[in-house]
């Protein structure tokens, strides 16, 4: 009889935790948002969970199925924008707590979707990219062919860490951080003035302090498409050897982006009565941030690899930072520490001329791969 009760206990309790199991396990709808230009339109879902939801697509008459199973929302909507690949979208949740994105597109598309995990400051988010299936025939047939000239170059922002009275590192030989920095900036701006591509900004040519905010200054001088600042590292350890690339936290990052929308975005409003308030906090925010950290992580990713080979580290390493330098959310910035001039060895390599033109073309690789511009 004991041991009866004691089996009737454990099944009303396991019954009792598979019951909370079942509710907390169940998948949150943190945020949705999109973006969208001329090539594709990508829709996220930051979720609670790493799950996979069932995707059909009829192309017959052009509808998009989207459906996440015992899901719910967290937030509301954000109103859907014109653009050339979506004309409306309905999102329905039914009794068995199943939600669905019903897409209607205005014309045939190419669906892409994938899962990312958390990683970092980035949590479980599902990805869906739209592609116009005519476009991408048309884009793999020039593909074939040699790529041409862009018509608007990229602009490329240089900045040259330090400079004037300000000497930055200073290594056991007595070499300046400002005048490494800047040697091999100038080695970057002319692998870059050689490609049809790019034009370049410096925020300094010579020896000569420039404050902040005229660094940051240059980066809105026109529409840059990258902003690199060039410097080199410091440690109590001269044994430390090796680069590093730094993206802005996300959490400086959110700051810079509540500056900018609380003065920009007064009238906008989300579907289901979310006011300026919680749009600020909830969509457009978390949107500029993920795509502002992203891009920004990608191409310090993109050049902390191609720097890994010439300074022998043979590792990633992609840091977040809060140097002020990089907190501008108008275009992607990273900085990069090429080496370690408290290290002897290493400052000797830093004042040679060969070791600089390694660095600048690891560097200049590294901005042709991030806009896809691949030489060997």
């Not at 594709?40 to 069932?54: F, Q």
């Not at 979707?113 to 990219?129: E, H, P, Q």
């Not at 609380?262 to 989300?270: D, E, P, R």
């Not at 060969?354 to 060997?376: P, R, S, T």
Request: charged content about 25%; proline content about 3%.
């Amino acid at each position: 009889q004991y041991l009866k009760i004691t089996f009737t206990k454990l099944y009303f309790v396991f019954i009792l935790f598979g019951w909370k199991f079942s509710v907390y396990s169940q998948t949150h709808i943190q945020n949705f948002r999109y973006n969208h230009n001329s090539e594709k339109m990508r829709m996220v879902w930051d979720l609670s969970h790493n799950v996979e939801p069932k995707l059909e697509y009829d192309v017959e008459n052009k509808t998009i199925y989207v459906i996440f199973e015992k899901t719910n929302m967290s937030n509301g909507l954000p109103v859907l924008s014109e653009n050339p690949y979506v004309s409306s979208f309905t999102v329905l949740m039914s009794e068995d707590r199943n939600t669905k994105f019903i897409f209607h597109t205005k014309k045939e598309i190419s669906l892409k979707n994938f899962n990312l995990k958390s990683k970092g400051i980035f949590g479980n988010r599902y990805v869906l990219d739209l592609q116009d299936k005519n476009h991408i025939s048309e884009k793999l047939h020039n593909s074939i062919k040699q790529k041409p000239p862009r018509k608007n170059k990229y602009t490329i922002v240089l900045d040259a860490g330090h400079g004037g009275s300000d000497p930055g590192a200073i290594g056991p030989y007595g070499s300046y951080e400002k005048n490494i920095a800047l040697f091999i900036v100038r080695r970057i701006a002319k692998a870059l003035q050689k490609n049809p591509n790019f034009q370049v900004i410096l925020t300094r040519q010579d020896d000569y302090f420039v404050d902040l905010q005229t660094r940051l200054a240059k980066v809105n001088e026109k529409t840059s498409d990258l902003f690199l600042s060039i410097h080199v590292d410091s440690s109590k350890n001269n044994l430390a050897y090796g680069s590093s690339t730094f993206v802005l936290s996300e959490q400086c990052a959110l700051e810079e982006a509540r500056k900018i929308f609380q003065l920009s975005n007064k009238g906008i409003q989300l579907a289901g009565g979310m006011g300026e308030k919680n749009l600020i906090s909830s969509v457009v925010i978390n949107f500029k941030v993920d795509h502002y950290v992203t891009q920004s992580y990608k191409v310090a990713e993109i050049i902390s690899k191609r720097l890994s080979k010439v300074t022998k580290t043979n590792k990633v390493n992609v840091k977040y930072s809060e140097f002020q330098v990089l907190r501008s959310l108008k275009t992607p910035s990273v900085l990069v520490e090429t080496d370690f001039i408290s290290n002897p060895e290493r400052e000797i390599l830093l004042n040679t001329p060969k070791y600089q033109k390694k660095i600048a073309k690891g560097i200049y690789e590294g901005i042709l791969e991030y806009f896809g511009f691949f030489e060997k």
